[in-house]
């Protein structure tokens, strides 16, 4: 069973373009969350979603990011509009079901730079 | 909201010795989880050790081990027999069961070094 797949791992992006990231969760898992984790600097919680549905985007800056988890093909993490403070490493994790008795699983991160 | 606290941004080991890092968090949850993780230098996160926060018993994994100090809000990870592999950055997080969705709330991470 792969583990969460996450590309890609490196991603350079000029101020103002676009940033894609993608998150493949574990087969069987439905449960998908993004973190952030800035430079000399513990993850901090972006959003969680399930298949179809955003349940907590409460971490997410307003402006700029947005993510979706479609029925079928990875869980995307869309930045808008980049920016050198955008440069971080982005981490996906899945699980099972809900519930915090269910491990997240993190995949290898994306690493994106800002030039 | 939750907060995780992790006092030592460094701590070093020699070889074979034991070594504790600490955490302590914030919450008014009754129920939780406290999970150490382990972030070697690839960058992927590995989950160490967790601790139901309803079970007074101290959780072990081999040569991991926590205290738990409910009142004091203190969760602190002891590595025994310290081996070169264990280098790494640990992070302590928190995981309410009350709040839906269920977020790790992560510390600022100890980096810790082994000497041989």
């Known amino acids: 069973n792969a583990g969460v797949m996450q590309n890609p791992r490196h991603l350079v992006r000029r101020r103002g373009q676009e940033a894609r990231l993608r998150c493949s969760p574990m087969k069987g898992h439905s449960h998908v969350y993004w973190y952030r984790q800035l430079p000399e600097e513990g993850l901090k919680f972006m959003v969680y979603?399930?298949?179809?549905?955003?349940?907590?985007e409460s971490g997410m800056p307003k402006e700029r990011f947005s993510a979706e988890f479609p029925k079928e093909g990875p869980s995307i993490l869309r930045i808008q509009q980049v920016v050198r403070g955008d440069s971080a490493a982005y981490f996906c994790?899945?699980?099972?079901?809900?519930?915090?008795?269910?491990?997240?699983?993190f995949g290898p991160g994306t690493r994106l730079t800002v030039l | 909201a939750q907060t995780v606290t992790q006092s030592q941004p460094e701590m070093s080991v020699q070889e074979a010795e034991t070594v504790t890092l600490s955490c302590t968090y914030d919450t008014s949850e009754s129920d939780y989880y406290l999970f150490w993780y382990k972030q070697p230098p690839s960058r992927q996160m590995i989950l160490v050790i967790r601790?139901?926060?309803?079970?007074?018993q101290n959780a072990t994994e081999n040569r991991f081990s926590v205290n738990f100090q409910k009142a004091a809000k203190s969760f602190s990870l002891k590595i025994s027999d310290s081996q070169l592999g264990d280098a790494a950055m640990y992070f302590c997080?928190?995981?309410?069961?009350?709040?839906?969705?269920?977020?790790?709330?992560f510390g600022e991470g100890t980096q810790l070094t082994v000497n041989p």
């Open positions: 979603l399930q298949k179809e549905n955003i349940i907590d």
């Open positions: 997080a928190y995981r309410s069961v009350e709040t839906s969705g269920s977020r790790l709330t």
């Open positions: 601790q139901e926060a309803y079970k007074q």
């Open positions: 994790a899945s699980s099972p079901r809900q519930g915090p008795y269910n491990e997240q699983f």
